[in-house]
């Protein structure tokens, strides 16, 4: 296999390719860092990412400024300075300050006629940084960032979008965290957490979709989803035996279906194919069918610890349905996904071998599709193609929403519905 990362060339991307995956993510993308109100006017804060160390700080206009957290001059770390002037962040050893465009402007150690201030080599590291709904993103790459929609998820950019966040972490690798999202372990790890006892057993892995690539990422084709399973609460075997053993859940899911069906109408449908649910570059998972149009960001902080952040987006119509769906999300919606739902995930997760053989299937395409994309940006570069063709040779760009969103369809027969009905 070649390996050379610097040549640009991609490798032979055919059996087990998980050792080529990078344990500290994909470079020169945009990454969520932290929420803004997190980050205070006085004191600086220290954010670890992909390997990297930010210390965050405000800038002159109240923007959050992420630079390198280790001080040119000897060392110590930024973070644990003070901003004594605006827009600025003083060094805890010897005083070096520095502005927002990372230059040292003052020792204040040695007074206003220090001779250091702007010589060469004494400038800190600048990561672009753009806050959007409240969560600040920073450009992990070399040169210039690229355009941020291409890598923030579209409902951050619209403005009747109301989109809550939170975070937690898991100790074990990124791709870990991250891969399963379309794999069938839904419907075992997860049988008895409230989403699913609420929705019924969904359709994956054989029974499931197979992806379809839509320039960022993979989508499920829904025209060959029967989206819920045709037996969504009980499995009868062969030789007689049942899955569930117990059929209790099926009480649970007729009690929630009439509540499933109404919250399911409220759950935006994505605006393009590129954001329809499935599996998004650097590291996200996004589906319809939780509570909302919800995404879970995988961060690698370091090889066995990666910050998850999930977004929840949905677009109230009045400011009273705003206010009652952060209501709703603070006081349980977060908890049934962010902690019922995902720490059965995690609990798997953070034992897994992920270095021992594997067998997998053709059902696992969609795994099998996500590695091969990920290690040819890793590879190849953000812009490195992708050997992936669709089945039917539908280009990524041209991927229509009806293909990969089964939201977007339910919203086109309700419609039409009205319409005929009027
Ligand atoms: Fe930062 Fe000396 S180490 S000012």
Redesign the pocket.
């Known amino acids: 296999m070649t390996t050379d990362r610097a040549s640009g060339v991609v490798p032979k991307l055919s059996g087990d390719i998980r050792p080529l995956i990078p344990k500290l993510g994909l470079r020169n993308y945009w990454y969520p860092v932290v929420a803004d109100r997190k980050v205070g006017s006085r004191k600086p804060m220290k954010v670890a990412l992909l390997g990297e160390e930010l210390c965050l700080f405000r800038g002159a206009a109240g923007n959050v400024v992420a630079i390198q957290d280790v001080?040119?001059?000897?060392?110590?770390r930024?973070s644990e300075?003070d901003c004594h002037y605006r827009g600025t962040v003083?060094?805890?050893?010897?005083?070096?300050v520095y502005d927002e465009a990372g230059k040292n402007t003052m020792?204040l150690?040695e007074g206003p006629g220090s001779g250091v201030c702007g010589k060469p080599g004494t400038e800190a590291r600048v990561y672009p940084t753009r806050t959007l709904k409240g969560v600040v993103f920073a450009w992990i790459g070399d040169g210039d960032p690229a355009p941020i929609d291409e890598d923030v998820p579209e409902e951050f950019f619209d403005d009747d979008a109301l989109v809550l966040t939170g975070q937690v972490e898991w100790r074990c690798n990124w791709e870990v965290a991250l891969e399963n999202s379309m794999d069938s372990h839904v419907n075992y790890v997860h049988r008895d957490a409230f989403v699913v006892a609420r929705n019924g057993f969904i359709a994956r892995g054989a029974q499931g979709e197979h992806p379809i690539f839509v320039g960022n990422g993979f989508g499920g084709d829904v025209a060959e989803s029967n989206y819920l399973r045709r037996s969504p609460q009980h499995d009868l075997y062969a030789d007689g035996r049942e899955w569930p053993k117990t059929n209790y859940r099926r009480y649970w899911t007729w009690l929630f279906r009439p509540l499933a069906e109404r919250a399911r109408r409220h759950i935006p449908a994505p605006k393009s194919a590129r954001w329809c649910g499935g599996h998004h570059l650097p590291g996200m998972f996004r589906t319809e069918f939780a509570w909302d149009l919800y995404t879970r960001m995988c961060v690698p902080v370091e090889k066995h610890l990666t910050r998850v952040w999930y977004y929840h987006c949905v677009r109230p119509k009045t400011a009273l349905g705003r206010w009652w769906q952060t209501v709703l999300y603070y006081g349980l919606h977060r908890w049934i996904i962010e902690y019922n739902f995902s720490r059965q995930d995690e609990k798997v997760m953070v034992n897994q071998r992920y270095d021992t053989p594997e067998k997998l299937s053709g059902t696992d395409a969609e795994v099998i599709q996500w590695r091969r994309l990920v290690v040819t940006k890793h590879y190849g570069g953000r812009d490195a193609a992708f050997e992936y063709r669709n089945p039917d040779g539908l280009a990524p760009d041209a991927v229509p929403l009806e293909r990969v969103s089964v939201r977007y369809l339910q919203e086109q027969a309700r419609r039409a519905k009205t319409t005929t009905s009027r």
């Open positions: 001080c040119p001059h000897r060392g110590a930024l300075g003083a060094c805890p050893y010897h005083g070096w020792v150690s």
